[in-house]
């Protein structure tokens, strides 16, 4: 049993993937969100997982459908979304997530613009959010990404020095333990991408 939570099962990790563009949405360029995302975690997860993908418009009721739709009717455990972050008008994908929300974890969203205040000061610019959405019987975790390919690489492995030490933890690390605590699958991942970080009495019960 973890501490709070539910104990972890045995199923493949459920993650739906949102990418929000107005022009891609539209087939006027080739998205880029979804096949990073997706390459990330093909790279980083070593534990079985299932992608459901979805590519919407800018539009704040179009992205909060796609998530109730990820996390309520098709049991994600993870939602993760890429774009509509910044302070433009048509950025609306964190009051989106709210929307979708039934708690918050700003731990994360602190920690996404400390990585990227490494690399550039717009950092400061963002807004993204992460927050848990729960129904009587399932619980997912949503984390906005940024929307350049780069940048979420980023954002989720942290930054290290020449040598490979991490100096700025990547939030995909805390990813693994949350989503123990609400109950879903048991995560590992290529610690030479991402080490996942458990309690050590945790660590202990996975090997």
Excluded at 55 to 73: C, H, K
Excluded at 91 to 118: C, H, K, W, Y
Excluded at 146 to 158: C, D, H, K, V, Y
Excluded at 188 to 206: E, H, L, S
Aim: hydrophobic share 40%; charged share 20%.
């Amino acid at each position: 049993m973890t501490d709070g939570g539910a104990v972890p099962d045995s199923r493949p990790l459920n993650v739906g993937l949102v990418s929000v563009s107005d022009r891609a949405s539209q087939g006027i360029y080739s998205d880029q969100g979804l096949p990073t995302l997706v390459a990330w975690l093909e790279k980083t997860l070593t534990t079985p997982f299932l992608v459901h993908q979805r590519l919407v418009a800018d539009e704040q009721g179009l992205i909060t459908e796609a998530l109730i739709e990820l996390v309520d009717q098709h049991h994600c455990d993870l939602v993760l979304t890429t774009g509509g972050t910044g302070p433009a008008r048509r950025d609306v994908t964190p009051e989106a997530t709210l929307e979708a929300s039934t708690r918050q974890m700003p731990g994360f969203g602190e920690q996404m613009r400390q990585i990227s205040l490494n690399f550039v000061p717009t950092a400061i610019l963002s807004r993204q959010v992460a927050v848990l959405r729960e129904t009587a019987d399932h619980a997912a975790l949503i984390i906005n990404l940024p929307g350049q390919p780069r940048a979420i690489a980023e954002t989720l492995e942290g930054l290290k020095d020449e040598a490979g030490q991490v100096v700025v933890p990547g939030i995909f690390a805390a990813v693994p333990y949350c989503i123990d605590l609400i109950g879903g699958p048991a995560i590992q991942t290529d610690p030479a991408v991402v080490a996942a970080f458990r309690p050590k009495k945790k660590v202990a019960k996975a090997t």
